[in-house]
């Protein structure tokens, strides 16, 4: 018989295999369970959706501690501030519900006349004395209630309309003049206008939605690097060009120069971040929002996140822009629809390259441009119309093959039955093309003769037996004629933005309108 002192390592060694069993199965069974919740048809819309209130809930906190001090030392209420941003957070639900009632062929109807309204508008702000200047900017529109910033709606028009625009013109065979006429003129003619205000910030975004664009709308990557260094060195010219903006860039090359001057503010950053440690002083313990951090509640709202919620709170905002990527890209890839795929792809770049650059400058990887982080930062038009780009990005979920399938068999869920929303419309390249082709017909029609003009003599078919009398031709509508002339001269394919395709041979180069 084994002695007790034999039996006790067997007995650990038995042991510690169970628990390494179980483990595993537990860790098996949460994969399991995680990837069987991604496999369900709406996840992609429900993780939109719950994306979008976290951020939103967690900068309307952040928002009333980090202007609490500020607002009641200039002789205001403490909660001024947060109350403006709540109230454009309802506004910006209100249209969030909006854009998810929204049919899809009616946002592509609309996107130009919307488009050229935000351009309407950029130049109405520029007229003194109907848009408002604040500090030698003149940016928005003083509705009393509200300041509107055209700005920041011309980035959501952009995105809609340019998508629209390269999903129509695309064929396997596009060329580069499909690509880039009228997109870049009209593109660079907006970023002109924000440039006169001047808001270089909302310049750059703009730029991230342009190049987002035209990389996922198929220009081969030659041109594509040619245009990004020109925008790059124009970036670079215009940050050059004006005294505070110049100021900017001395203070990141050189931060010890100036560091109570104009190397204060992003000093002032850091410090607040390394306050914070992993755990952070707690919410609402920030010294740096006590008048030592300028724009805390603004600009910089990620370093009084750093200071009060620590590494921890700063990791929770970095890993909802993550699985934002992640479900945006994951939109884009399983949308059919070359519009879907281009809207989706675009808007999340833009999102996700703004919230990007606003973290690189707090923690002192790049130059202070100004740009704020998505949901979380103060600023009312901001608030609104990147709740209103969500909600296009949850409509474009619910557009998804899988998730239209499950609406139309009545898997709605109790979210969609609660709020009422409308079964989307299953995509049909056949339906599509009929669309392209009935729009190309209208558009070579002949155009009606003037009044007071004669029309010319038009010719009269022979009748089969060659008689001289001739009968009026039977009426053929010009539609039909044209219709069938340009299906039957190319093979326009509904697969527009190919970049999604896993059986797509080649990643990104010229041979991408030739291949298959």
Known sequence: MPSRAAQTPARAATDSGHAAKDSAGSARFRNTWFAAWLARPLASFHLVVAIAVLLTVLGLVMVLS???VESYAVGKSAYSLFIQQAMMA??????????????????RQLSFPVFALSVVLLVLVLIPGIGLEVQGSRRWFDLGFVSVQPSEIAKVTLVVWGAHLLASRQTERAGYKDILMPLVPAGLLVCFLVVLEPNLSTTIALGIVLSALLWFGGLPLRMFVTIAVSGAVAAGILALSAGYRSDRMRAFFSPG?????IGYQARQALYSLADGGIWGRGLGQSRAK????PNAHNDFIFAIIGEELGFLGCALVLGLFALFVYTGLRIATRSVDPFIRLLTAAATTWITGQALINVGYVVGLLPVTGLQLPLVSAGGSSLAITLLMFGIIANAARHEPEAVAALHAGQDG????????PVPEMYSPARAQAARARSTAKA???????SGVKPAPQRRALPPSGRGRSEPPRRRSVDSDTARRT????TESWRSTRAWEPSYPTKHDRDRGHSR
């Open 487 to 490: 299906t039957s001269r190319s």
């Open 290 to 293: 006590w008048s030592y951090l």
């Open 414 to 421: 109790r979210f969609s039955r609660l709020l009422r929303l």
């Open 257 to 261: 120069d100036d560091p109570q001057g």
């Open 66 to 68: 980090a202007s609490s």
């Open 444 to 450: 070579k029609a002949k155009p009606k003769p003037k």
């Open 90 to 107: 309802l506004f910006g639900a209100v249209l969030f519900y909006i854009a998810l009632r929204i049919p899809m062929r009616v946002m």
